[in-house]
């Protein structure tokens, strides 16, 4: 009978061996598009995102964002994702997912979604927030309007 640190030892050998031999592959990194902001309709927020063309076939842009208010006394960061709208033309879809450590904002509730669907002559439309929790759940629906320039600091 084979010891249990014999089998370890050669699980541990057939994976060392399988990642020296793979051959190294190169990924090219998307292309940086700059930063844009948006205000919440109704909320001092403002919504902060940095956007990278990502590589492929498909017209997809990578999403950075911050979400500052001032008034609410919070930050929420997180990644998502905007491409154009597949069941609205004319449209482009925006969603990505925050998190944050404020105890009160969003419900109490650490974690949320935001999808919109912004018009792509004015980069203005509806969004919805939805932040699940142990806590009810917490959700709005607002308005993104497009910032011309990001104001400093937020």
């Not at 919070?74 to 905007?82: D, I, N």
């Not at 450590?101 to 979604?113: E, L, M, R, V």
């Given at each position: ?128 927030i939805s932040c699940p929790g ?21």
């Open positions: 009978m084979v010891s249990g640190k014999v089998v370890k030892g050669l699980c541990v050998f057939v994976v060392v061996a399988a990642l020296t031999t793979m051959a190294p592959t190169k990924s090219a990194a998307g292309t940086d598009l700059g930063q844009v902001c948006w205000s919440l309709g109704g909320f001092d927020d403002v919504i902060r995102c940095s956007i990278t063309l990502a590589n492929g076939p498909e017209a997809m842009v990578e999403l950075h964002c911050s979400d500052t208010s001032i008034l609410g006394g919070y930050q929420v960061l997180g990644a998502g994702l905007a491409r154009f709208s597949f069941p609205t033309a004319g449209a482009l879809q925006l969603s990505f997912v925050t998190a944050h450590d404020q105890p009160t904002a969003f419900g109490g509730n650490k974690t949320c979604s935001w999808s919109a669907e912004l018009s792509l002559t004015t980069f203005d439309g509806p969004l919805v142990v806590n009810p759940t917490f959700t709005t629906t607002t308005t993104m309007s497009f910032l011309a320039t990001c104001p400093a600091g937020r």
